[in-house]
């Protein structure tokens, strides 16, 4: 069973249902994406979110050895 959260990118578009999860979940980045599509053409805007998602893939890449340990405090 995997348990992992979601990144902001990972969540479908075309679902208003997972827009506002998203939304809910990351409310200061949904924020900052608002404001750059506001100042930014649609074409700049697309291609700044392709480079953030592909980004955001490269620093969540799970660890197949990584065993789930109780950490003590």
């Known amino acids: 069973m995997k348990n992992f959260v979601k990144s902001f990118y990972d969540f479908n578009l075309s679902s208003p249902?997972?827009?506002?999860?998203?939304?809910?979940?990351?409310?200061?980045?949904?924020?900052?994406?608002?404001?750059?599509?506001?100042?930014?053409?649609?074409?700049?805007?697309?291609?700044?979110?392709?480079?953030?998602?592909?980004?955001?893939k490269n620093l969540m890449i799970p660890n197949p050895n990584s065993k789930p340990q109780w950490i003590r405090m």
């Open 17 to 56: 249902q997972e827009r506002q999860e998203r939304n809910q979940l990351y409310p200061e980045l949904a924020k900052f994406h608002i404001a750059l599509r506001e100042e930014m053409s649609e074409e700049e805007y697309q291609e700044f979110y392709r480079a953030e998602k592909e980004a955001a």
